[in-house]
Nanobody, 124 residues
């Protein structure tokens, strides 16, 4: 069992930056791939970024490539999402997720554990 707690969301202006953090419980964090997803009002939850168990591989949605960076610190059981050049269309609840097996997935159903989410609001 893995418990995930996100933090770092907030209200910012377009062009600003935010860093989200996701703290995980358990001693097997380094065996999980981690992902960030987001869900805007009235829309389906979508993949934003993923990182494999060791941090050597990452994957991004086209909409955030070049602006967002995912990273992890296995010693701290934490995964991060650095978000730069934020746009109003980035406004959503952001969720952290863990996937057994260590390889990145891009589908919601591929992930086994989820956090409660943190709200990110970008004003124009």
């Amino acid at each position: 069992q893995v418990q995930l707690v996100e933090s770092g969301g907030g209200l910012v202006q377009a062009g600003d930056s935010l860093r989200l953090s996701c703290a995980a419980s358990g001693r097997t964090f380094n065996t999980y791939a981690m992902g960030w997803f987001r869900q805007a009002p009235g829309k389906e939850r979508e993949f934003v970024a993923g990182i494999n168990w060791g941090g050597g591989r990452t994957r991004y949605a086209d909409s955030v490539k070049g602006r967002f960076t995912i990273s992890r610190d296995n010693a701290k059981n934490t995964v991060y999402l650095q978000m730069n050049s934020l746009k109003p269309e980035d406004t959503a609840v952001y969720y952290c997720a863990a996937r057994r097996g260590g390889t990145i997935g891009i589908g919601v159903i591929e992930y086994d554990y989820w956090g409660q989410g943190t709200q990110v609001t970008v004003s124009s």
